[in-house]
């Protein structure tokens, strides 16, 4: 929850929380017409800093996002990094933080269309794991992925979330942690919120970056590492629904739910119905990387002193 006292960025300037006004005539409140990042960083008790994972790829991924909606940024990506590291030292939370970057149409106008001027707004919130850690039980969704073609998912944008919230609210009512979303296709698409991984045959497959997801950056690092570490490539290519069930293990991965492994879908066990050797290894070197503690990901994370 956020909190009116810290420091955001909203009209072009530093700003509390809790001065900033909304008029509910805003476009994006009412037509979705909005994009955001989720962006972390993770409190380093030794180090005495906050280490923000993968800064610039959020950003480069925000602006392309805005690029969709014809949302006019003004900030460049190095402009988005440094407001970013001021929000943090102004705040300086000791804990693991969640920044969300937000641009949306901001005129408070009646009338749907992707013109009118944009407004940024960032902000931080306090987040530790957004989900657990050890197994989560899914459900595959009868809610369908939105479209390239009818909302895409490439492109972060609020609206889309309704497709997502109609898909976990379903999951959760019938006791599920989450869902995962076919395509139109009917081929495995994403979680609610993160991208899937299945372990097969000794090697790593996930959904392409054409199966309507959103283009996780987590999906990347953990592709780098399994590589890297664990000398196992990803094939990127379509999932059936089944090859969930046939897998040895599938997890999720994404800046919220970190590496989260599935160890039930649809009331079938996944292998052996405990987080498997993959993911676990997978978990380790991930949380490594992003607390700073791992030289050979040195460049993954910024550092910022927290006094
Ligand atoms: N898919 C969706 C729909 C998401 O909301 C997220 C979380 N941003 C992800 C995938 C994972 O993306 P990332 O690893 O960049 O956080």
Redesign the pocket.
Known sequence: TANDAEWAYHGGEFVKMGDIRLSPATHALNYGTGVF??IRAYWNESKGTLQVL?LR??YE?FEKSCRILHLDLVPSVDELCEITLEILKRNAPREDTYIRPLAYKAAPAVGVNLRGPTELSIFTVPMGNYVELTGLRCAVSGWRRSSDNAIP?RA?TTG??IN?ALAVDAAHRAGYDDAIFLTQAGFVS??????IFIVRKGGLVTPPVTAD?????????VMEIAEKDLGMATTERDVGRTELYAADEVFL?????QIAPVTEIDDRKVGTGEMGPVASRLQELYFGAARGENPDYAGWTVAVEVA
């Open positions: 990042e989720g993968k790829e959020h991924r998912a972060k889309s979330y997502t994403e979680a609610s919120a993160a991208n997801i959103l283009e996780g950056i987590t999906r990347d690092a991965t994404g800046t919220g739910f």
